[in-house]
């Protein structure tokens, strides 16, 4: 049975796709097979294998350090030429976009990247992405014998996978990269993680200036949401890049996604497309973002969220 | 040092509209897209450090004012542009675009540095670096925020999901770059009348001893989304508003859980 491959240096994302690869495979006759790359990699193996992977392809090369994409390519072309696989999906973070076109062009293969959704037509997979910078979604299928995609973080969920003993291959590789890192650091800023969030305010340009971004934070904390920004806001510096969402920044999937003083501008608004329920506060009722809203205020966002922030202190 | 920036140009996205779900780029112009702009001024200021020479290399890709359009990228400060203009680019998918770039850096010549913005404006694909890089056997570099070369090598600090990283590589080496790199510089009048005279070549494929490479993948569709959400607007005054809003949520189950 031909292979469906999924790697992702991130244990999270690698688990979603041995889960969201496992229905994909069943609709196509395949089997799931995994890879774990790079230092302690051992450790990732053991936990996709018992997370539904058939089989777990581990290589724990130093040239692997750091997953520069010249040797992580190399990897995986190897690794998925011995298997046999037919579709490689790699996790879409920065380092997995980055990876993947190189891999697909090593496999001579097709690829599509930022995959955010996945269908099967006529014993096709067919992937979903945006395109004309989010305001279209473009539903790609790769015409290579082999294809690689490269999908989103939280495309599928991890929750539902069916446990299984997988099986362990330590695998040898014959790699090299070019590339050294020399310094490795988080990086400043308060660490938001948007993408965890289950609720998220979201601000934009409606808030006059930085102070009064102070009532957005004590909006998010009566709620536990977590705030997130547009790029805007962060290139006046008023907020961290950590907190953009959009096209430059998060792709969030939240339960509920608040934008406070948030026009709408598509390039904000693919980042937030995800969320199960989008609630609007804006004075101008044209604004693009009350056409997504589930739930909106009409009104001046500095008498609706002291509002907000009272009627909060009862939940 | 010989830079090649490889730099896109695509429909001015704030002028396409959308109709029956589908995008309208007839008549709308093509501008250069904005972190070629960055790769662009990053080169330009590593010329000017280190000394040689930037060539701007666009695929034309069904845009008929290419030629036009990189005239910016020489009134940046970009030394020479070569334009790919056949009428077989016009719908290249990334692997054709990048077989077409490898070509065309190989004509060139000289090219110690390859630089790229991380994504198009328009599809933001980030395919096209990492398979020039493969094609030509060098190593890539994705993501900086920084770019300084010495010694053969380049030295970039790299903008990751959660870490900043500084990598160093051999030259030449493929290296892509973030907005958040620099400012690019907005070309005065003296600039923009000195970039007439710059040197400008245009290859078809045939010059680049290539075929129209095949396609490795197909849009099946590409539509605006429709929306599926409630649209429910709560009137009254702020604290009636406040109230019936945190209602709702808590009955959704996002709130008081």
């Known amino acids: 049975m031909a292979e469906l491959f999924v790697y992702s240096e991130k244990i999270d994302t690698a688990r979603e796709l041995v889960a969201g690869g496992v229905q994909i495979a069943s609709s196509l006759g395949m089997t799931v097979s995994a890879a774990a790359l790079g230092p302690n990699a051992g450790a990732a ?10 089989k777990v392809y581990v290589s724990e090369d130093p040239a692997l350090d750091g997953w520069p994409a010249d040797a992580v390519a190399a990897a995986l072309a190897q690794i998925a030429g011995q298997a046999g696989a037919a579709i490689v999906l790699v996790g879409s973070t920065r380092r997995g976009k980055e990876t993947a076109p190189r891999l697909a062009q090593k496999l001579g293969a097709g690829c599509v990247t930022d995959v955010n959704s996945c269908a099967i037509e006529d014993g096709e997979l067919i992937a979903g992405r945006y395109a004309f910078g989010g305001a279209t979604v473009a539903r790609e299928k790769v015409t290579t014998p082999v294809k690689v995609f490269a999908v989103m973080p939280k495309t599928f969920s991890a929750e539902g996978a069916t446990p299984d003993a997988g099986k362990v291959v330590n695998v040898s590789l014959t790699l090299e990269s070019k590339v050294k890192v020399i310094d490795r650091r988080a990086k400043e800023g308060d660490h938001v993680n948007l993408d965890a969030a289950p609720l998220i305010v979201g601000v934009g340009r409606g808030f006059d200036k930085r102070e009064d971004l102070a009532l957005g934070d004590e909006l998010a904390a009566a709620m536990g949401a977590v705030v997130g920004c547009t790029k805007s806001l962060a290139d006046f510096e008023w907020l961290g890049e950590d907190r953009i969402i959009g096209l430059s920044g998060a792709k969030t999937a939240p339960d509920l996604y ?19 329920l989008i609630a609007a506060v804006n004075k101008d009722k044209e604004a693009p973002l009350f056409a997504m809203a589930d739930y909106g205020i009409v009104g001046d966002l500095y008498e609706v ?11 | 040092m010989d830079i090649v920036v490889c730099v896109k140009t695509n429909p001015d996205l704030q002028m396409v509209r959308i109709k029956d779900r589908v995008a309208q780029t007839d008549g709308v112009p093509y501008k250069i897209g904005d972190l070629e702009r960055n790769a662009l001024e990053a080169a330009v200021v590593l010329r000017d450090a280190v000394g040689g020479k930037v060539v701007a290399l666009c695929l034309a890709e069904g845009n008929r004012k290419a030629a036009e359009d990189i005239k910016y990228a020489l009134a940046m400060g970009a030394d020479e542009a070569a334009i790919v203009d056949d009428p077989a680019t016009v719908s290249l998918d990334q692997a054709g675009v990048a077989t077409v770039i490898a070509a065309a850096v190989r004509k060139l010549g000289a090219c110690d540095l390859l630089l790229f913005g991380e994504g198009s404006s328009d599809n933001y694909t980030g395919q096209v670096a990492g398979r020039t890089a493969e094609l030509l056997g060098v190593p890539q570099i994705g993501y900086a925020r920084k770019v ?16 900043l990283e500084t990598v160093e590589a051999p030259l030449p080496a493929a290296v892509t770059v973030v907005s958040e790199i620099n400012e ?3 070309p005065g009048l003296m600039h923009i009348m000195k970039a007439k005279n710059k040197p400008m070549q245009t290859w078809s494929l045939a010059d680049l001893g290539l075929e129209a490479p095949a396609p490795v ?40 859980r």
């Open chain 1, 45 to 54: 193996a053991a936990e996709l294998a018992s997370a539904g992977a058939a």
């Open chain 1, 258 to 276: 608040l934008g406070v003083g948030v026009s709408g501008q598509i390039q904000h608004t693919v980042g937030v497309a995800g969320a199960k």
């Open chain 1, 305 to 315: 969220v002291p509002a907000l922030i009272e009627r909060l202190k009862s939940v």
């Open chain 2, 148 to 163: 300084e070369a010495a010694d053969g090598a380049v030295r970039c600090e790299r903008s990751m999901d959660d870490m």
């Open chain 2, 184 to 186: 690019p510089r907005i």
């Open chain 2, 217 to 256: 993948r197909e849009i099946v569709s590409n539509l605006a989304e429709e929306q599926d959400r409630k649209h429910i607007l709560f009137e009254g005054t702020a604290a009636e508003q406040a109230d019936a809003f945190v209602n709702a949520l808590i009955k959704e189950g996002v709130l008081g």
